[in-house]
């Protein structure tokens, strides 16, 4: 609390005086300091009020979670080879992503230590024929796949799908999920991200964890939603539907109220 006058502001003028000038509470402006500071075109401000358009412009913003249990993507190739000449996959349900479908069929996946049933086929088919494994699945096969973006599988490892109609050697496309969250722009917006950025975010509940480094992709055909696979979830007690709490971006976390 104090009274500031012009000749303080003389004072204080030699080294920088802030734009807006903030006033404490209870802080009062003689009408000659009031003046000095017009005159310079420095805007006055309580302090309190000066708070409140960050905080307004930073709400509490959460994600919903989708865990990924294993699953692989075919090429149109690879579905004929493991189903037969001209074969439709057939949709079961839709999933979060628009126009993204988990698929009746199931497939074999076969490596050198083990292998495991019924791992369900995503659709539509695509580019390029890619398996998505859990590190404990890895482990159970005997393929130590990197953690990598979905697309980015040059030098990553192969095993064998396996269907009653047929089977497919694949020589590359086995990773392990890199966690990652999916927007629409205008999500991107709301959220003030880019494709790109990275997000930090904070689980609730009994086992709280933090994940620090999550990769946002942005596109007009995504839904907002938090992938991660199935070891992830299972270590935070995250379950599909659950919702995450953004806590920063960037490698930056936000000042905010409620935190
Ligand atoms: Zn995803």
Known sequence: ??????????????????????????????????????GRGIEVKSSEEHLQPAVQSQPERYIPVGVSNRHVHLSPEDVEA??????????????????QFACQETVTIVGPKGSIHGVRILGPARGATQVEISR??????????????SGDIEGTPGLVLVTAKGSRILE????????????????AQEYQVQDGDTLILET??????????????????????????????????LKTGDRVKVIGKNGQLYTRQGR
């Open 204 to 237: 609730t509940g009994e086992r709280p964890i933090i994940y620090p480094d999550v990769v946002v992709r942005v596109n007009p055909r995504f839904a907002l939603d938090f992938h991660v696979d199935l070891d992830e979830g299972n270590a935070a007690n």
């Open 82 to 99: 493991l189903f037969g000449p001209g074969y439709q996959l057939t949709p079961l349900r839709e999933l979060s992503q628009p126009g």
């Open 1 to 38: 609390m104090a009274v500031i006058t012009e000749t303080s502001l003389r004072a204080m003028h030699k080294s920088g005086i802030p734009n807006p000038f903030l006033l404490e509470k209870g802080d009062k402006l003689t009408p000659a300091a009031a003046d000095f500071l017009k």
């Open 172 to 187: 590359k496309g086995v990773i392990v999920a890199k966690r990652h969250v999916h927007m629409s722009e205008a999500e």
């Open 136 to 149: 404990t699945d890895g482990f159970q096969l005997g393929v130590h796949a990197p953690v990598r973006m």
